[in-house]
């Protein structure tokens, strides 16, 4: 069940209405992303993406220069740099408007975006479980943090993960990580469950499932289950053919208190919140009649 709580984040001044579901583009600036689509690194191929998603109606763009499937092969700190460089300068250039997000669990690449790209919002797929100052950076920087739960590495976090109680496990993690965060007077949190990140098929279901939990930490949430393994082993496709089936799982996630969804599809993922949208704006209006 979607709750009524009210959340915006502030954007380099700018606030955010997040209560309207919103949509994060990925662009990636790397060459081995899960998805052979979305994989950028000519300026040519990302000025693309970036004006395609900006044109199809995206509220954030969120560009990585790592990969972080499970499995993946990190590059080393000033490769990172380089990558996102040749992604920011045109993209700040052609769009000195957008919010920019940029997906990285350093923090020294966190404070060269920030401070060179002015970059919005930093999204750490780790939750600052790989650096160990990425919790001060942030809270100096005075950013939106996206605080992921991730359980293991990336080469290593599909390797059997165990839960003894997968919810009660998320909420505990996100409070103390919310709690140390705040003690650092970090202001904006947005909390991703991690779908995928050292977590079964069956764990990301029961997590989809049981998802409007996270709504008791009073924070807004943002899903990223674009094309990912729980959709396309289930349904025995590919990254390639797994659109529909990410559409119903954005759709499932909405209706249980997502407020930002982080796709490949930005147009269809516009289509799923407007007719969302759509379906709130008659039960509010009962509601307000009927009270």
Known sequence: ?????????????????????????????????????SRKETESEIMARAREIVEEGADIIDVGACSTRPGADCPDEQEEMRRLRSALTPIRKAFPDAVLSVDTFRSSVARMCV???????????SGGQYDDRMF???????????????????????????????MHELLTYFAERVQKLRDRGQKDIIIDPGFGFGKSLEHNYALLN???????????????????????????????????????VDTIALTKGANILRVHDVKAAKECTTIFQKMQKPLRDILFITN
């Not at 954007?11 to 081995?32: E, F």
């Not at 401070?115 to 797929?125: F, H, L, P």
């Not at 950013?143 to 991730?150: D, G, R």
């Open 115 to 125: 401070e060179e790209y002015q970059v919005d919002i930093i999204n750490d797929i």
């Open 1 to 37: 069940m979607r709750n009524e709580l009210q959340y915006s984040i502030n954007c380099n001044g700018q606030l955010m209405d997040l209560s309207i579901p919103r949509i994060m583009g990925i662009l990636n600036v790397t060459p081995d992303s899960f998805y052979a689509e």
């Open 136 to 166: 001060d950076t942030v809270s100096q920087l005075g950013v939106p943090y996206i605080l992921t739960h991730t359980k293991g590495t990336p080469d290593h976090m599909q390797d059997h993960p165990h839960y003894d109680d997968l």
């Open 210 to 248: 049981n998802l409007e939990q996270l709504q008791l930490l009073e924070l807004p949430i943002l899903v990223g289950v674009s094309r990912k393994r729980m959709v396309y082993n289930l349904l025995g496709t590919t990254p390639e053919d797994s659109l529909n089936g990410t559409t119903v």
